[in-house]
C-alpha cells in the first residue's frame, strides 16, 4: 500500500498569538496510506491540519507536499496543489444546496469532470444523492459529514484532509463513514490523513498513526501496533470505554 | 348545540371585555407616554420667548388610535391568527396564474406604463407618474440590486453603498461639463470609475466581516462626500454642479429647439417626452444589473460569491481565491452603482453632495433587506413599496385637515420604513422573498424539493 511520502512535516512550531499550539512537529504521510492522528481535546490536532492548509501559517518547520515547500503558501494555492480538506464542524454551506456544495467543490477544475465525479459520490453516499436538492443546512449532521467528504472529493485530492469525521455522530453512521473512507482508499489508492479522537475506529483503520499530547507527537506506529500499546490503551481506549 | 351557542356568544362576551380592557389600559398608556411629547409644543412668540401651547386635539387622536387599535388586535386580529395557525394549510400550495407569471406580468406592465400614464393623465400630467413614481422606483431598484451583489450575493455588509452612487453621478457631471463628453460614452465611464472605486475600498477591508466592514464602508461613504463638499475648486462644494447637459437619443437632443425630439416628431413640446426616454434608459438598465445578476450567480465567480457568505473558511479550502473574489464583488455591485449614479445625474440636471448622505444609503441597504437579500424579485417589491410609498405620502394633502396645516406628511417616510421593517422582520424575517433559488440541478427539479427547502432558523 505505501510508497513514496507526499506530505511530510518537519519541525512545525504553529503560534496563536504568544500562545505555542505546536511544538515541533513530525508527521510523515506516504502515498496510498491512511495516516490518523489521534490526540486528546486541545492537543493541537486541528492546528496541525488547519497549518498543513496553511492558515495559520507555520512560524518555523517545514510542510513538504509532493516534494514542494507549502509552508508559506496562501490557503487557496494549497488547495490548489489538490490537498482536499473537509474541515472541523463540517462547514458546508448552508443555504446552498447539496449539489450546490458539490459544485463548490469541483471549482478547481472549473466543473469540466463534474458530472463523472458527482455520479461517484452519490454512488459511495447513496443518501447525498436523495437529498441532493435540498439545502444543507437541513441536513442531518451525518449527511451533512457526508456532503462534507463528498465536497472535498470532488477536487480530485491527491490527499484528503479529515478533521473529526465522527465528531457528534451516532455509532452507526460513524462505521458508514469510516467503511466510505476505507474504500475509497483501497479501491482508488486515496491518501487519507485522518484526526480523530475515536481512537479506537481510526487506529483500527490507519497504516500509520500519531499520537499527541500538548503540541508535541508522543508516539507513532502503525495502527496496530499503537492498539496493542499498553500507554495507548491506558488513555484514549480503555479510558473512554469504561 | 344550545350549549355551543351559548359558550360561543359566552367566549364572545368575555373577548369583547378584554378587548375593552386591554384598548382602555393602552389608551391610558399612550396618555401617560404622549402628554408630554405631543400633547406640549413649545413655540417662540414675538418677544423671543419660548412659551408653550397644549394641543389637546393631536394628542386625543394619538389616544385614541391606540386604545381603538389595541381592541381590534385583541378581538379580531388575534383570534383570526389564532383561527389561521388552527387550520394552517399543508405546505404544498398550487400557485395560481398571476405567482406564477408574476414577472411577465410585471415586466410587460412596465413597459407599456409611460403609454398608460400618457393616455389617462395627458402628456403633461403623465410627468408625475413617469418622473415621479417611475424613474424614481427603478433607480432604487437599480441601486438595491447593484448593492444586493455585495450584501446579498457576497455577503458583505456595505453601509457606504451611496459613496458609488455618487462617484458615477460626479463622474458624469464633471466629464460633461468640463469636457462635453456625451453620456452614452460617460455612462460606461461611470461605471468603470465607480468599480474602480470599488476596488480601492475593496482593498483595506479585505479582511475585515460583519460589523468591523459595516463601520468602514460607513466611513468610506462619508469621506467621499466631504470630498465632494471641500474639494470646492472641482467639485463646487455644497453648491453642486448644475446645467449638466441631458441624455441624448441618437444624437436627438430633448429640447425644445428645432431639431428636439418634439419638433422633429411633430408633437408639442413638452418635457414629458425626455421623462419617458429617461423611463425606458432606468428599466433597460435596471434589465441589464438583473440579466448581470441572474448570469453571474450560474457561474462560478457568483457560486463563489455566495460559498463566500455562508463560510469564507470553507471557500479557502476548496481553492477559491477570497481576495479576487470579494473585490470583483465590491466592484461589480459598484459599477452598477456607478451606472444608476451617471443616470441619475443626467436626470436632475443637478447633482450636490446632498444627494448622497448615509440615508441614502440606509434605504438602499433597508430595501434590500426587506426584499429578501439575494431575491431580486424581493428586493423590486420592496423598493415599489418603500419608494412609492414615500412619493405616496408627498400626496396625502388631506392629512393637513386631521393634523394642522404645517403637517407635512413626506417627513414621516423613514416612519414608514421603520413600521415595515418592523412587520416584515416580524413575519417574514428573512424578508418578502427569504429563500433562495438554486441555481442548478442534476437533471430536472425534483418535487419534493420545494416542501423539504423551507429554511430553518440559524
Not at chain 2, 386591554?22 to 412659551?51: C, D, K, P, R, W
Request: glycine fraction near 10%; proline fraction near 3%.
Amino acid at each position: 500500500m505505501s510508497g513514496q511520502p507526499l506530505l511530510k512535516v518537519r519541525g512545525v512550531e504553529t503560534y496563536y498569538g504568544n500562545i505555542r499550539a505546536l511544538n515541533g512537529v513530525d508527521v510523515e504521510v506516504n502515498q496510498g496510506e491512511i495516516a490518523c492522528l489521534i490526540g486528546a481535546n486541545g492537543a493541537g490536532k486541528s492546528t496541525l491540519m488547519m497549518t498543513i492548509c496553511g492558515s495559520p501559517q507555520a512560524r518555523t518547520g517545514q510542510v513538504i507536499f509532493d516534494g514542494r515547500d507549502i509552508t508559506r503558501m496562501p490557503t487557496h494555492e494549497i488547495a490548489r496543489l489538490r490537498i482536499a480538506q473537509s474541515p472541523e464542524g463540517r462547514r458546508i454551506f448552508p443555504r446552498m444546496t447539496v449539489y450546490e456544495n458539490l459544485q463548490m467543490g469541483a471549482s478547481l477544475d472549473n466543473l469540466k469532470y463534474f458530472d463523472e465525479d458527482v455520479k461517484r459520490i452519490f454512488k459511495l453516499f447513496p443518501r447525498l444523492e436523495e437529498r441532493q436538492s435540498q439545502r444543507g443546512g437541513t441536513l442531518s449532521g451525518g449527511e451533512q459529514q457526508m456532503l462534507s467528504i463528498g465536497r472535498a472529493l470532488m477536487a480530485r485530492p491527491k490527499l484528503l484532509l479529515l478533521d473529526e469525521p465522527s465528531l457528534g455522530l451516532a455509532p452507526l453512521i460513524v462505521k458508514q463513514i469510516f467503511e466510505a473512507i476505507k474504500e475509497l482508499n483501497k479501491t482508488e489508492g486515496l491518501t487519507v490523513f485522518l484526526v480523530e479522537q475515536n481512537a479506537f475506529a481510526a487506529l483500527r483503520l490507519s497504516d500509520r498513526a500519531y499520537v499527541m499530547v500538548n503540541g508535541h507527537v508522543t508516539m507513532q506506529g502503525s495502527g496496530k501496533e499503537l492498539l496493542a500499546n499498553p500507554e495507548v490503551r491506558a488513555a484514549y481506549l480503555e479510558g473512554g470505554r469504561h | 348545540m344550545a350549549d355551543n351557542n351559548a359558550a360561543s356568544v359566552r367566549a364572545d362576551d368575555s373577548l369583547f371585555q378584554k378587548g375593552i380592557k386591554e384598548g382602555l389600559f393602552a389608551g391610558a398608556i399612550s396618555f401617560g407616554m404622549f402628554l408630554l411629547y405631543i400633547g406640549i409644543v413649545t413655540e417662540q412668540n414675538i418677544h423671543n420667548e419660548l412659551v408653550y401651547r397644549f394641543r389637546w386635539g393631536l394628542l386625543a387622536a394619538f389616544v385614541i388610535i391606540a386604545a381603538v387599535g389595541r381592541f381590534l388586535i385583541v378581538t379580531v386580529v388575534q383570534p383570526w391568527v389564532a383561527a389561521r395557525k388552527a387550520n394552517a394549510k399543508p405546505a404544498v400550495e398550487e400557485k395560481g396564474f398571476f405567482s406564477k407569471n408574476f414577472l411577465k406580468i410585471a415586466l410587460v406592465f412596465l413597459v407599456f406604463y409611460p403609454i398608460l400614464a400618457v393616455t389617462l393623465a395627458g402628456t403633461q400630467g403623465s410627468l408625475k407618474y413617469v418622473d415621479n413614481f417611475g424613474i424614481q422606483i427603478l433607480i432604487y431598484v437599480m441601486l438595491a440590486w447593484g448593492l444586493n451583489i455585495v450584501v446579498g450575493l457576497a455577503g458583505l455588509l456595505d453601509l457606504g453603498y451611496v459613496a458609488f452612487y455618487a462617484v458615477g453621478a460626479y463622474s458624469y457631471a464633471l466629464l460633461s461639463s468640463y469636457f462635453g463628453l456625451s453620456f452614452w460614452l460617460l455612462l460606461p465611464i461611470s461605471g468603470i470609475l465607480a468599480a474602480l472605486w470599488g476596488m480601492i475600498l475593496g482593498f483595506p477591508v479585505l479582511r475585515l466581516r460583519g460589523d468591523y466592514l459595516a463601520i468602514v464602508t460607513l466611513a468610506f461613504g462619508e469621506i467621499i462626500r466631504l470630498v465632494l463638499i471641500n474639494w470646492t475648486d472641482v467639485t463646487k462644494g455644497t453648491f453642486g454642479i448644475s446645467s449638466i447637459p441631458k441624455a441624448t437619443l441618437f444624437g436627438i437632443k430633448f429640447d425644445a429647439s428645432k431639431e428636439g425630439f418634439a419638433a422633429l416628431f411633430g408633437l408639442a413640446p413638452s418635457s414629458a417626452y425626455y421623462k419617458i426616454f429617461l423611463f425606458y434608459l432606468i428599466l433597460a438598465l435596471c434589465l441589464l444589473t438583473a440579466y448581470v445578476t441572474i448570469r453571474l450567480r450560474r457561474m462560478p465567480i457568483g457560486r463563489a460569491w455566495e460559498a463566500l457568505r455562508e463560510d469564507e473558511i470553507a471557500c479557502r479550502a476548496l481553492g477559491i481565491n477570497t481576495v479576487t473574489t470579494k473585490l470583483t464583488a465590491f466592484a461589480t455591485g459598484a459599477m452598477f452603482g456607478g451606472f444608476a449614479g451617471s443616470f441619475f445625474a443626467a436626470r436632475q440636471g443637478f447633482v450636490s453632495p446632498d444627494s448622497f448622505i448615509f440615508m441614502e444609503s440606509a434605504i438602499i441597504l433597508a430595501i434590500v433587506v426587506l426584499g429578501g437579500m439575494g431575491s431580486l424579485t424581493g428586493i423590486a417589491i420592496a423598493a415599489v413599496a418603500m419608494i412609492g410609498g414615500t412619493e405616496l405620502l408627498r400626496e396625502m394633502e388631506f392629512l393637513k385637515h386631521i393634523f394642522g396645516d404645517d403637517f407635512t406628511p413626506e417627513l414621516y417616510r423613514m416612519l414608514l420604513f421603520g413600521a415595515a421593517m418592523v412587520l416584515v422582520m416580524l413575519f417574514k424575517p428573512r424578508g418578502f422573498v427569504g429563500s433562495r433559488e438554486p441555481t442548478a440541478f442534476l437533471k430536472e427539479r425534483k418535487n419534493v424539493s420545494s416542501s423539504f427547502t423551507k429554511e430553518g432558523h440559524g
